[in-house]
């Protein structure tokens, strides 16, 4: 299971940093042997991907809206992937969920159900 950390409320051009980690372990391996992605959800709106980066932390990748603004790094030795939101905006209000896939190709997917574990989310609200 994944747990989520690190949402909040924040002024428009704020930043927030939101962290991701395993509890209770996976039966498939070690956090450290996933791909993890973050994703987001508005209200009324689709699941949205925003951020994934490899299980060998060596390469991440970005949704087009959050591209510039948002970066995910993992930290293998504490068993975290942290995902940092700078300039944020009113449209970056969402509840925001790690997910955990443990695929070696395609490098990353930006599909929902392509992934294994999710957290419960953490909310996201960003005041204009």
């Known amino acids: 299971h994944l747990v989520e950390s690190g949402g909040g409320v924040v002024q428009a051009g704020g930043s927030l940093r939101l962290s991701c980690a395993a509890s209770?372990?996976?039966?498939?391996?070690?956090?450290?042997?996933?791909?993890i992605a973050w994703f987001r959800q508005a209200p009324g709106k689709e699941r949205e991907f925003v951020a994934a980066v490899t299980w060998t932390g060596a390469d991440t990748y970005y949704g087009d809206s959050v591209k510039g603004r948002f970066t995910i790094s993992r930290d293998s030795p504490n068993n975290t992937v942290k995902l940092h939101m700078d300039n944020l905006k009113p449209e970056d209000t969402a509840v925001y969920y790690c997910a955990a896939d443990n695929a070696r190709y395609p490098p990353y997917s930006a599909q929902p159900y392509t992934y294994d574990y999710w957290g419960q989310g953490t909310q996201v609200t960003v005041s204009s």
């Open positions: 209770g372990g996976t039966s498939g391996g070690t956090f450290n042997d996933y791909n």
